[in-house]
Structure formats: C-alpha cells, structure tokens
C-alpha cells in the first residue's frame, strides 16, 4: 500500500523507566529461568548481543502501570497543548498486547477518560511496526484539510521476564509512547508512505530476529521507491531513522544499498534502551528534532519492521518520508514522565 498523507506530526513524546540493567545481567538471568545455557554459551551469547545490536543497558520496569504511563504521557500532552478532547478524531493504539490489562480495555479507559467522543479506537496488530502504520493511516480520519483536528498514536513496549527479553540478536526494553498527528497545526510534514507484508516461512524457532540480505534488499527497494516518489534522492535525505535492533551489520547494508553514508542513520540511542518495540522510531525520532540539528525543510525517511515471533517470521513493513519544517513540542529536558533525569545521559 503506497500513499502520500499531508498530514503532520506535531508532537512527539515517550517514557522510558528509571531502571537500567546491563547485557550481561539480563542474558544471566534469562539463562537461569529458562535456556541454561553453559558458562561459554553465555558469555558468547552476551557478545554477540553486544556486538550485533551496539546495546550496552536496557530500559526495565519492574510491574509497570500501563495504564499510568499512559495517563500520564495525555496529561502532559493536554496539559502542554492548547489541544481540546473534541478536537481529537482518532485514537490508534498500537500494541496489542496490553489492549487489556487487569480486565480494563486500555484504549476505551483512556477514550472515556479524557473525554475523546469524537475519537474512534483503531487497534493496530503489526507489532514494532504499528506507529508507522497508524501514522501513515491517520489522515483518513480528519473530516476535511481545513479542519483543526488531531490523531492520537499511543504504544507501549513492556515486557514480562529477562527471557522474554532475548530475541536472538537483541534485547527487548520497556517503554511507551506518543505521536499526535494533525493537519494544520506546525511540525513535520509526513509524505509519501509505503506498507508492505513480507510473508516468512513459519518456521518456529527461540525468536524473531530482524535480519537478512533479502530483508535489507527489501527495506532498500521500498525506501527508494519512497523517496522517488516524494522527487528526490536518498543521498539528499538528511537522516535515515530506524529501530534498535542488530544495528551494525543491518546500517551498513542498508547504507551501501541506498548510497549514502552509514552516519546518515540514526544511531544515538543504540548503546541504552534496547529495542523498544515501535516506540523506536518515536524516541529516536523525538531525539533527532531534539537536537536542533536539521535545517528547515530537511526530509526524514522513517522505518520500521514488525515481525511475528518465528525464526522466518511473517513481516509488516513501514516506511514514511517526513519534512521537519516545523516545531514538535514537547521541549527536551522538561520534569515529567517521558523524560528522565538528564544528569543520567552524560558520559
């Protein structure tokens, strides 16, 4: 499905726990709950991670309340808007697995909650990459180009044991997110967009992976396509955004197949957080414009894979081309759930 939605992003925000544990700590464990691997294997399997995805500590959040991340996460976006409940149409939520929690259907808590009687509840099965889907999907919903109104993306990424966490090549951390989209407001301009399914074989295996020649040929055709129909040249992006997952190997693949150079890739957060499902792209996103380094009318490509749990897994594949002329608030370093303290990131 290939599309251009000229709507825009305009605002970004995520949580990310207190906690962090390191590589070792968390594959220690895991091997202890469930593989039982042997000293060798484990302090192999701890390389490997290491190397393949560049993480060094994970985001961990020991009983997470959804529920209150999220209710924090809107008030912070209502209270720092001058955006009204009536004027949200919409409501993507994008992970499925904590579509309920403790009996309570989350998204429908938070329609009531806030008010949002206007905005319909469109949950999104297509796991790391379902914020890139609802944002390519969300300008189906505004009733018309003039109308100041706005979509709600909200996903969480929170994950139940140290095992559950290994996923061959990288670690999976705990987080949540926000995007708003809205189509007169200020902020980057989402163009033209590409979705795809790309089928596996089925075969079960310990996780899913993220990998492949094939994979990366496909990421490189969609991307190209992508930024030729948006009249311009992948070496004229800016910035290449992605998730963390076996980051090193995949970039510079990808790179070499869209002729530019590795570092036009998004890497900051490879070393801390481990791959946050499809908060990814979000923080990392949120990051980049954080850092005021983008010129006016600087194109962005988004990407992102969700796979299905198998070793040759079925793939949702999204990609989305946006141009950050505009500011998305909220202000980086600010007191409040999606930021934490940052003294913790220096060094």
Known sequence: MTGTAMARITYLDYYVPPTERSVAEILAEASRDRFGWDAPTLRRTVDQVSSSSGCRSVFCAEDADVIAVLEGLLDRFFARTAIRPAQVVGLFFGNVHTFQVGGVDVPYHLQRRYGLTRAPVISVNQQCAGALYSLALSGGLFSSAEADEYVLVLTTCFIGTAADRFLGDCLAGDAAGILVIGNRAPGCRIGPYLLRALPGSGAEGPGPGSGGVELVRTIGQMINAIVARHGTTTPAVARYV??????????????????????????????????????????????????????????????????????????????????????????????????????????
């Open 242 to 347: 992605l998730q963390n997952m076996n980051v090193h190997v995949f970039r510079r693949l990808l790179a070499r197949q869209l002729h530019v150079d590795v570092s036009a890739v998004f890497a900051d957060n490879d070393a801390r957080g481990g791959h946050l499902g499809d908060v990814d792209v979000i923080r990392n996103l949120k990051d980049l414009l954080d850092q005021d380094g983008l010129a006016p009318g600087s194109d962005v490509v988004l990407f992102a894979v969700g796979a299905f749990g198998t070793t040759d897994p079925d793939r949702a594949l999204a990609g989305v081309l946006v141009t950050c002329d505009g500011p998305v608030g909220p202000a980086r370093g600010r007191d409040g759930i999606g930021y934490r303290d940052e003294r913790r990131w220096t060094g």
